[in-house]
């Protein structure tokens, strides 16, 4: 069903109890997906703990520093890239240039670089904004963040792909505010199946779809691993006219999950897990 960006904001924000099984109670965890158009920024907040997922583009990097304005924030526990893409590292120096203080940069071990180019985007930020090399730290599958009231935890990628770096995204699984948030980066099937098949996947109650929504990742496995109540994608159609899929819309669809995309808010899709329900609010 689609419906106008006016339908939305007159009647953005929708309550629901968190499905399959989810634990109620813990602090309150919250995700503003940012309008940053076909590219990747998640702000993840739980208690006093505030983490910046993937920046943007550089081109979009005013929109994403109005949003983190307006959100109030003026501190980072962290900025973890998901990979190097530079539509998901392209604002990490505007970031780090803003005034915003920015205590930790995570970012994968595996990663591939292009040719030409030979040299990481936290590398380039740091080396033009004097960042503090000893607060980058490198993530595996396992390692955990701290996350007041919950936990944040890198679930894949559980080896390195020389051929595509989008399956060399972090995907991570929040949890808090009595449910979870599935985050997968950009990752493709490969990906997928290579967690599948260890039985890495868990359940979550939210899922931030892979790819912006692209027909390369987001399979009917993920989709019956997952089980969410709510998929949010980030991208702009204007941008890239094959997302989201149609592909993925209807498998969603198919399982009963609410779709929200980027896209169709000025600020972003906010999302809350409190006490085992979620709320969504386009803003």
């Given amino acids: 069903m689609k419906k106008s960006l006016l339908t939305w904001i007159l009647a953005s924000v929708l309550l629901f109890t968190a499905s399959c099984g ?27 703990s ?29 900025v973890i890239l998901t990979h190097t893409h530079a539509d998901h590292a392209g604002g990490l120096r505007s970031l780090l240039e803003s005034g915003i203080t920015v205590e930790k940069i995570y970012a994968p071990a595996y ?19 004097g960042y503090p090399e000893e607060n980058v ?11 007041d009231g919950g936990k944040l935890t890198v679930i894949g990628p559980l080896e390195k792909n020389e051929e595509a770096e989008n399956n060399n995204s972090l995907v991570l699984l ?8 599935l985050l ?24 931030k779809v892979a790819n912006h ?17 709510l998929a ?30 980027t896209q169709d808010a000025v600020t972003g899709v906010l999302v809350t897990l409190r006490n085992g329900e979620i709320s969504v609010e386009m803003k």
């Fill in 22 to 48: 989810a634990e109620t109670g813990g602090a309150e965890l919250s995700l503003l997906a940012i309008n940053v158009r076909k590219a990747d920024a998640l702000l993840l907040r739980g208690g006093g």
């Fill in 50 to 78: 505030a983490y910046l997922i993937d920046t943007g583009a550089k081109k979009s990097a005013d929109a994403l520093l109005d949003a983190l304005r307006a959100e109030g924030v003026t501190r980072l526990d962290g």
């Fill in 111 to 129: 990663y591939v670089l292009k040719k030409e180019d030979g040299k990481h985007p936290v590398e380039k930020a740091i080396n033009k904004t």
């Fill in 137 to 147: 730290i490198w993530l595996r599958a396992g390692d955990t963040l701290p996350l």
């Fill in 174 to 181: 929040a949890e808090g505010g009595g449910g979870s948030m």
């Fill in 184 to 207: 997968t980066g950009d990752m493709e099937f490969p990906e997928e199946s290579s967690l599948l098949n260890a039985g890495a996947i868990p359940h979550a109650d939210v899922l």
């Fill in 213 to 229: 929504g692209e027909g390369d990742a987001t399979s009917t496995a993920l989709i019956s691993a997952v089980c969410p109540s």
């Fill in 232 to 261: 949010v994608i980030s991208t702009n159609s204007e941008d890239e006219p094959d997302t989201p899929d149609p592909r993925v819309i209807s498998l969603l669809r198919n399982w009963d999950v609410d779709v929200r995309i």
